[in-house]
Each structure stands twice: as structure tokens, then as C-alpha cells.
């Protein structure tokens, strides 16, 4: 049996839009509900949130059965550690921090099999293949890898051309927060130079015929993006939405008690 169709990398290779959410928490139960919400993707966030490839294994495992599609942030743009996530059964990457072409073509060799790639075959005795069972997995998994790499600094901002035009490379995805605090705007994504410098990277990769993605948490600026051009649009974490959700329960409660 063949790898599974990436249904991710085939709506974003048609320009449709995905929405998705953050996963922040590491917990299985909370990633079930995101998952079965209907969000097109959600992202195990192994750069910012408490993972290790057995949590990360165990997300994988919470989305199964369900149509939304899973992405894994790795920690970092290394080889061992996109080989680890994929034989555990992502076949959906983001890169963070990716400043160069160089480094997009690494990444792109990481996530493919010989003589494409660099990637170790090792899936035959992973999560991947069923643990074997798929013996066809390696036959066609490298054309089901979708990669995004995230452009996040005046760097890699100066270089989206060249990064959006790698071969291999499905979407570049655009980190507001990093790069406003590269831009000297930290913890302020809507100043207007970072907003200009952001819907002018969106511009360059979709001239390079390539998905364009952003992480917002106004549901104000959704539309913007839309127009922008945006199609891998992340609309909150289900962190966030908890500790919202919590504070506004208490919030309304109070209010009703007290009049």
C-alpha cells in the first residue's frame, strides 16, 4: 500500500483556502477537539509548545480518523530531526526560521527519499508505514511531502524570491511575530512597515506560484489577508481560545450574579 494522498498539498497547489489552528497545549484531548471541529489543518507545534516525538506521536495518533489535516512545526531546520517527524507520519512540515534558498533546498533534500533527497530509510520499521505493513510507503511518499518553510526575519524577507522558487518548497509562510521583532516593532505585527513588508512577501510568493501562509488572532483581519492573497491562514491557538474562553465565562458569570 502507497503512502496516503496528502489532501493538504493538493488544496493549496489549487489555491484554496485552508484554515487552521495552533496546538499549544500537548494535550491529546484538546488536539481531538480541535481536530474534529472541522479545521482544515492543525499544527503540533514542536517549536514553541512542550513536545518531544512521543507527544508528537501521540498528536498524530488524536487526529486520526478525522478530515483535518495534520502539520508539525519542527523545533529546528536540521535533517535528524525532520527524518524523526516524518517516520513517526507526518507528511505535512513546517520549517521555521528559513532565511536562504541554500537552507529551503536542505530542508526540500531532508523530506525526500534517494536519489531526490537525503532522507534515511528507515519508515519500514516506523509509525509511518504502519510499521511495515505499507510496504509500498516509499514508493510514492516523496510526492506527498508538503513542505512550508517560514520566512520570519529581514533576511529571509530580502531573499523570498529566491526561497519561493525552490523546487520541493509548497508554501512559504510568513511569521509576523518574529519578524516584527526583527523589524525593530517588537510584539506590534500591525505596524504599518511590517504590514507593508508582509503584503509585499505574500505578493513574491504567489508570483512564484506558491501557497502563501500567516498566523493572525483578529478575525477583523481575516478578510485582509484573503485578498492579500493568503491561502494557509492560522486563526488562533486552542491555547488561546482557552484562556479567552475561561475569562470571559468568569466574566459573564460575575456579571449576571452581581447585576
Known amino acids: 500500500m502507497p503512502a496516503s494522498p496528502n489532501t493538504l498539498k493538493k488544496k493549496l497547489a489549487a489555491g484554496e483556502m485552508q484554515i487552521g489552528l495552533w496546538l499549544n497545549l500537548g494535550d491529546v484531548s484538546a488536539t481531538e477537539i480541535a481536530a474534529a471541529a472541522g479545521y482544515d489543518w492543525c499544527l503540533i507545534d514542536g517549536e514553541h509548545a512542550p513536545y518531544d516525538p512521543v507527544t508528537i506521536q501521540n498528536q498524530l495518533r488524536a487526529m486520526t480518523g478525522y478530515d483535518s489535516s495534520p502539520v508539525v512545526r519542527v523545533p529546528?531546520?536540521?535533517?535528524?530531526?525532520?527524518?524523526?517527524?516524518?517516520?513517526?507520519?507526518?507528511?505535512s512540515v513546517l520549517v521555521p526560521m528559513v532565511d536562504t534558498a541554500?537552507?529551503?533546498?536542505?530542508?526540500?533534500?531532508a523530506t525526500r527519499y534517494a536519489p531526490e533527497g537525503r532522507r534515511?530509510?528507515?519508515?519500514?520499521?516506523?509509525?509511518a508505514s504502519g510499521w511495515g505493513r505499507?510496504?509500498?510507503?516509499?514508493?510514492?511518499?516523496?510526492?506527498?511531502?508538503?513542505?512550508i518553510v517560514q520566512a520570519e526575519t529581514r533576511v529571509a524577507m530580502q531573499n523570498l524570491d529566491e526561497i519561493a522558487a525552490v523546487d520541493g518548497v509548497d508554501c512559504v509562510f510568513i511569521g509576523p511575530a518574529d519578524l516584527s521583532a526583527d523589524m525593530g516593532h517588537r510584539g506590534n505585527p500591525g505596524h504599518p512597515e511590517v504590514k507593508k513588508?508582509?503584503?509585499g512577501g505574500v505578493a513574491k510568493i504567489r508570483a512564484a506560484g506558491k501557497a502563501a501562509g500567516i498566523l493572525h488572532y483578529d478575525s477583523t483581519n481575516f478578510s485582509y489577508y484573503r485578498d492579500l492573497g493568503v491561502t494557509f491562514l492560522g486563526v488562533g491557538s486552542e491555547a488561546s481560545l482557552l484562556r479567552a474562553a475561561v475569562h470571559q465565562t468568569l466574566s459573564d458569570a460575575r456579571q449576571a450574579v452581581t447585576g
Not at 76 to 91: R, S, T
Not at 102 to 109: L, Y
Not at 120 to 127: E, I, L, T
Not at 136 to 144: A, L, V
Open 120 to 127: 534515511g530509510m528507515g519508515a519500514a520499521v516506523a509509525r
Open 76 to 91: 529546528i531546520g536540521e535533517d535528524w530531526v525532520i527524518k524523526q517527524v516524518l517516520d513517526l507520519g507526518a507528511q
Open 134 to 147: 505499507n510496504a509500498d510507503y516509499g514508493t510514492n511518499i516523496n510526492d506527498e511531502i508538503c513542505l
Open 102 to 109: 541554500e537552507h529551503a533546498q536542505q530542508m526540500v533534500a
Open 197 to 199: 513588508a508582509i503584503a
